[in-house]
C-alpha cells in the first residue's frame, strides 16, 4: 500500500495511489484539487522538496545523492525543481542553513 511518508521517493503512479485510496483516478485527482487545491502530482513532488530540504542540513550527504534518494529522475532535474519551489539552487540552501 502507498504512504506519502514512506514510499515518497519511488516511481508511483496515479493509479497506484488511486488503488491505495480505494477510489478512481478522476476523483483522486477531484479529491486533491477540493481538499488541498493542488494534484496529487504537484503534492507528491512539493512533499519531496521538503523531504530535501531536511535532508540537505546533513552536509554528509551528497546533493546528487539526496536527489536520488527523493525520487527525482537526476541531479538536474532536482535542482530544477528545487529552484522554482525554493527559489535557490540546493547548494545556495545548504550553504545558507
Known amino acids: 500500500m502507498f504512504n506519502f511518508s514512506?514510499?515518497?521517493?519511488?516511481?508511483?503512479?496515479?493509479?497506484?495511489?488511486a488503488k491505495a485510496a480505494m477510489t478512481s483516478r478522476s476523483e483522486l485527482c477531484k479529491s486533491f484539487k477540493r481538499t488541498l487545491d493542488t494534484s496529487p502530482k504537484e503534492f507528491l513532488l512539493k512533499y519531496r522538496i521538503c523531504q530535501s530540504m531536511i535532508l540537505l542540513e546533513d552536509?554528509?550527504?551528497?546533493?546528487?545523492d539526496i536527489a536520488e534518494m527523493t525520487g527525482f529522475s537526476s541531479p538536474s532535474h532536482f535542482g530544477a525543481c528545487f529552484q522554482k519551489y525554493v527559489g535557490c539552487t540546493p547548494?545556495?540552501?545548504r550553504k545558507n542553513i
Open 59 to 64: 552536509i554528509s550527504f551528497r546533493i546528487a
Open 6 to 17: 514512506t514510499n515518497y521517493n519511488e516511481n508511483i503512479s496515479l493509479d497506484e495511489i
Open 91 to 93: 547548494l545556495q540552501y
